[in-house]
């Protein structure tokens, strides 16, 4: 039986630790799989529960951490090589940046036969100054050159990857798109909805809007205080809003709304009703999306936005920005409206009018969980890099 080490950055509440859990789990019996996980920031919430709910024992690695240390990291570089030699995997298989560079860079000092990476996102724009973002991008291309094969999580980053950035050619490149479980998004759904809105103080004429994400530059949640500001002076429609997360930009968003004068909450510390809530973390995102009435994203860059899979397996009419893969995960115009980053004015006249019309947001829900059940269900992300593995095992180091 094949061995695959599977390093990921961190178990932080977010996609990749939801890919990199199924993987570990459900490539069984053709695969034995060790998952290696760094340390999350404080800011963010531990999704150690993911494996333990999926009864996946791992080992973690508290010096890979997110920040650059050269101490921590070569502690980190020389302790994955020790995993290595003694696990002896046959295949590494890395996901996010740091992971992406320690572990493959320990896996080619070690001669490990194969070497995948899967990148969930990548940090060339919207991220750092422009001299940081050159060096990362010829890290990357040093690194891709050292690897079997790389994965995208949509054809647009592979576009990206390839023929933006440079950093392999396409050939190189695998489309695999994410998967999750996707069930909870519509099981007990009525249930899980009476259970948010009664939590929130939502009254059943009450539409609530909402986005979920870590509270972070990138996402740009200040185009969302913009946003909602500007429809719920427009609309007659009782109006409430909600960012579902937390992180570095909490304190800075709240000044904002205070500005702005909004009237805001962060429910974690002062559970009353407002017009605008901040609910820090949630486990159960499917509770969060049973709840909401519409869905939105203002992101700068994205790879493959999970909370967009999910309204949609949720049936969420959805608002965003159209960057990154989100074309690739949405039906524009049919599940989603889109807008340029940072239009506020498109992205505020499309929310305005699902906001307005009940029967458009009931119409653009037709056809969101048939859109995502199969093309984003764990079950095909299993199949996809199982296939990869067995040409790479079985072909050499291209694909």
Not at 120 to 129: K, T
Not at 180 to 192: A, C, I, P, Q, T
Not at 319 to 347: C, P
Request: one cysteine or more; proline letters at 4%.
């Amino acid at each position: 039986m094949p061995r695959v080490l599977r390093i990921i950055n961190r178990l932080n509440l977010g996609g990749p630790t939801f890919n990199a859990a199924l993987l570990t789990k459900h490539l069984a019996p053709e695969y034995e799989t060790l998952l290696v996980a760094g340390t999350k920031i404080d800011s963010e919430e531990s999704s150690e529960f993911i494996c333990e709910q999926m009864g996946i024992n791992y080992v973690k690695l508290p010096e890979m951490s997110r920040e650059i240390s050269f101490s921590k990291d070569r502690s980190a570089y020389k302790k994955i090589k020790k995993i290595i030699a003694d696990f002896k995997p046959d295949i590494v298989h890395t996901h996010a940046a740091k992971a992406g560079t320690l572990g493959r860079l320990a896996a080619r000092s070690m001669k490990v036969p194969v070497i995948v990476h899967t990148f969930h996102g990548h940090v060339f724009h919207s991220y750092f100054n422009p001299v940081k973002t050159k060096l990362f991008l010829a890290i990357e291309r040093y690194l891709a050159a050292r690897s079997s094969a790389i994965i995208a999580i949509s054809d647009f980053q592979k576009e990206e990857l390839a023929n933006v950035f440079h950093v392999c050619k396409p050939e190189k490149i695998k489309v695999v798109p994410l998967g999750f479980d996707l069930s909870r998004f519509w099981d007990d759904m009525e249930e899980k909805r009476e259970s948010f809105r009664r939590q929130y103080f939502l009254e059943d004429d009450e539409i609530a809007v909402g986005i979920i994400g870590r509270l972070v530059p990138v996402k740009n949640h200040m185009m969302f205080l913009k946003v909602f500001h500007d429809v719920a002076a427009r609309t007659s429609k009782k109006l409430r809003g909600f960012i579902v997360g937390d992180g570095e930009e909490l304190q800075p968003l709240l000044s904002a709304c205070r500005e702005m004068n909004i009237d805001v909450t962060y429910f974690p510390e002062n559970a009353n009703k407002a017009a605008l809530t901040f609910t820090s973390w949630m486990r159960d995102a499917e509770r969060a999306m049973a709840g909401l009435d519409i869905i939105t994203l203002t992101s700068l860059n994205e790879g493959t936005p999970v909370s967009l899979i999910e309204a949609q397996a949720a049936r969420k009419p959805i608002v965003s920005t159209n960057v990154g893969g989100i074309e690739n995960v949405v039906i524009k115009n049919e599940t989603a409206f889109l807008s340029e980053s940072n239009d506020v004015k498109s992205f505020s006249d499309q929310l305005f009018s699902l906001v307005e019309d009940e029967a458009l947001r009931n119409k653009m829900v037709q056809n969101s969980r048939q859109n995502v059940e199969n093309k984003f269900h764990y079950s095909r992300l299993v199949r996809d890099v199982k296939l990869l593995y067995s040409q790479l095992l079985n072909g050499g180091n291209t694909i």
